[in-house]
């Protein structure tokens, strides 16, 4: 957006209007301080117009998320050590690094046993990373190839927030 007109900040004082003498903290240019020029703006309502979710279109959605998630392989060797605090920051790192999306129950999981701890040690002091991530991908496995569309439908209709654990399935081009 354009502004029309420059403007300047209205700075006075309840002492004396001195403000066109010249100071050391205005210099010594005669400036002319006026109020800023109220613009009206609308706001842009970054959410869209809310969807009707049936029951029926988040059912085909899980199929498709699922079969999706099916085709992708999981990664056979490990690239490096990761350090972590957190399972989800665990799981956040695997995501970046193998640049592939965690199954829906995978990152409730996550969240899960997060939600478990009670301890502040960081995890990787108490769990070697190459097992935590085996183990993460072991369960990524059963949960892409074993899990029902029906099922995760379910959930989904359960739980009104229920896009916030799934990954963008999206390939990059």
Do not use: C, G, Q
């Given at each position: 957006m354009k502004r029309s007109v420059p403007f300047a900040l209205d700075i006075s004082s309840d002492d004396d209007d001195d403000d066109d003498k010249p100071s050391p903290s205005n210099g010594n240019k005669n400036l002319s301080i006026t109020k800023r020029p109220k613009i009206e703006t609308t706001l842009i309502n970054p959410i869209p117009a809310k969807e009707v979710i049936t029951e029926e279109l988040l059912r085909k959605s899980a199929k498709m998320y699922q079969e999706f998630m099916k085709e992708i392989p999981i990664p056979a060797q490990h690239r490096s050590i990761i350090p972590f605090k957190s399972w989800t920051g665990l799981a956040n790192s695997m995501k970046q690094m193998y640049q592939q999306p965690?199954?829906?129950?995978?990152?409730?999981?996550?969240?899960?046993?997060?939600?478990?701890r009670d301890d502040p040690l960081p995890l990787d002091t108490m769990i070697h990373p190459c097992k935590a991530e085996t183990n993460i991908w072991l369960i990524e496995e059963v949960h892409r190839l074993t899990s029902s569309h029906q099922?995760?439908?379910?959930?989904?209709?359960?739980?009104?927030?229920?896009?916030?654990?799934?990954?963008?399935?999206?390939?990059q081009l």
């Open positions: 965690l199954h829906y129950l995978t990152n409730i999981r996550m969240k899960e046993w997060d939600e478990m099922f995760l439908a379910k959930l989904w209709i359960a739980d009104p927030m229920y896009y916030t654990f799934i990954d963008s399935v999206f390939p």
